[in-house]
């Protein structure tokens, strides 16, 4: 279908201003069944990308995302940053300006990635991933975004091989959604994308022309200021009609947001799972926007 067709039936999806969507994530997924992922593993509530907060996400019920690299000896671990300076404040500028690609596993997994946000979480050091596919063996019911940085992405496959099913690899890249659902076909997808409305509908609308394969969720960034959302309610409601339509669920991430009103807003418009950094908070807003009345 060509980006024309695509936007006249954006277009036809738009409610009018004042009229209530058609969909409501209420009547069509149960509560238990809504997801919400932790953005770095909750690493608001406690040293992102660390064993504890990982626990942490799924105590609340929510999905950690892992953040993923590979250091200089091939070994893959939880990491965000590209470099040691948020993590590290206290190590002197030759470390603080070290890649985890930089240094080998043996260097990597002493290092105190908790102190920085606490005497509390001091000790807490970067998780093997080989590790991590072990607890998920453990509890089948657990699930694991793995949001990826620098991998191999056939190594990731063969190390995670026994818990794909538990897996949800995030990449805005479309090419390596796809490479990666070759390799490990029961894997979840999430393909991941921000921008202005005009960024945003060309980039639906080349998926649209690749019928949205190989992607199992998808998540657009929303920013909140003084004169609304961007992307707009109009624009968040036609493009959830659309995902709906492919049978792909429909994710927001309300960037740095805690605003309880800003979530159910957005499961108003149709959003039907959320990522954030601060899952306790959308947490008690998504169990209070199901206790409203219908």
Same mark, same amino acid.
């Given at each position: 279908?060509? =980006? ?7 277009? !036809?999806? +738009?409610?009018?201003?004042? *009229?209530?969507? %058609? ?15 932790? /953005? ?11 064993? =504890?907060? $990982? ?11 892992? *953040? ?15 470099? $040691? ?9 030759? &470390?603080?300006? @070290? ?7 043996? =260097? +990597? ?11 509390? $979480? ?10 991590? #596919? ?6 089948? %019911?657990?699930?694991? #975004? ?7 992405? +056939? ?37 991941? &994308? ?14 649209? %022309? ?10 657009? /960034? ?12 109009? $624009? ?19 960037? &740095?947001?805690?605003?309880?009103? !800003?979530?159910? /807003?957005? &499961? ?9 950094? #601060?899952? *306790? ?7 209070? #926007?199901?206790?409203?009345? @219908?």
């Amino acid at each position: 279908m060509k =980006e024309s067709a695509f936007l006249l039936g954006l277009s !036809l999806c +738009v409610v009018t201003a004042g *009229d209530p969507p %058609k969909w409501n994530v209420r009547d069509h997924i149960p509560i238990e069944q809504f997801t919400v992922q932790s /953005h770095r593993g909750a690493g608001v509530l406690s040293p992102e990308n660390s064993i =504890e907060a $990982f626990g942490i996400a799924w105590q609340l019920g929510t999905v950690p995302e892992a *953040d993923l690299r590979t250091t200089k000896d091939g070994v893959i671990v939880a990491f965000h940053d590209n470099d $040691f300076k948020r993590i590290l404040p206290a190590a002197d500028p030759a &470390m603080q300006s @070290k890649r985890i690609e930089d240094l080998t596993w043996d =260097e +990597v997994r002493v290092l105190d990635i908790g102190a920085w946000k606490g005497q509390t $979480f001091a000790g807490q050091r970067v998780p093997m991933m080989t590790d991590m #596919y072990r607890i998920l063996a453990q509890h089948p %019911k657990r699930r694991l #975004y793995i949001d990826i940085k620098n991998v191999d992405l +056939v190594q990731l496959a063969r190390e995670s091989r026994k818990v794909h099913n538990q897996l949800i690899l995030a990449s805005t890249d479309y090419d390596l959604i796809c490479e990666w659902k070759r390799l490990a076909p029961r894997s979840a997808t999430l393909h991941w &994308m921000g921008g202005t409305e005009e960024q945003l509908t060309a980039r639906l609308a080349s998926l649209r %022309k690749a019928n949205f394969a190989d992607i199992t969720q998808l998540q657009i /960034h929303v920013r909140a200021a003084q004169g609304g959302l961007t992307p707009g309610d109009k $624009f968040l409601i036609a493009a959830g009609e659309q995902l709906r339509s492919h049978g792909i669920l429909f994710q927001a991430l309300p960037w &740095m947001s805690k605003d309880p009103k !800003l979530f159910q /807003h957005l &499961m108003d418009l149709g959003v039907a799972s959320f990522a954030t950094d #601060y899952p *306790d908070i959308a947490m008690q807003a998504i169990r209070e #926007y199901y206790n409203l009345k @219908k």
